[in-house]
């Protein structure tokens, strides 16, 4: 099996920023596809960004030249770094990855932006 844990998520301001983490751990040989995915109350769960195994990102429009997806293949880790944040990034924020086929995601950390 595979664990992921997120961190990082918390109480901001609009305007400021913060760093997410996702730390993958069990049997792990390779992820092909690692991402955020976030889902605000009353919404569907949105694609925020993705990131392959090779490093190209892939954003949603609503994020693109504010947020800033990364990893770190050695320690089988995602991050996404969220600047500018706005009331409407306010969700709850999921780290998924996709290892031969399989989905596998982490428990959710809240973010909110407070105007």
């Known amino acids: 099996q595979v664990q992921l844990v997120e961190s990082g998520g918390g109480l901001v301001q609009a305007g400021e920023s913060l760093r997410l983490s996702c730390a993958a751990s069990?049997?792990?040989?390779?992820?092909?596809?690692m991402g955020w995915f976030r889902q605000a109350p009353g919404k569907q769960r949105e694609l925020v960004a993705t990131?392959?195994?090779?490093?190209?990102?892939n954003y949603v429009n609503s994020v693109k030249g504010r947020f800033t997806i990364s990893r770190d293949n050695a320690k089988n880790t995602v991050y996404l770094q969220m600047n500018s944040l706005e009331p409407e990034d306010t969700a709850v924020y999921y780290c998924?990855?996709?290892?031969?086929?399989?989905?596998?995601w982490g428990q959710g950390t809240q973010v909110t932006v407070s105007s």
């Open positions: 998924y990855a996709i290892q031969y086929g399989s989905q596998y």
């Open positions: 069990g049997r792990i040989v390779s992820f092909n596809v």
């Open positions: 990131i392959t195994s090779g490093g190209t990102p």
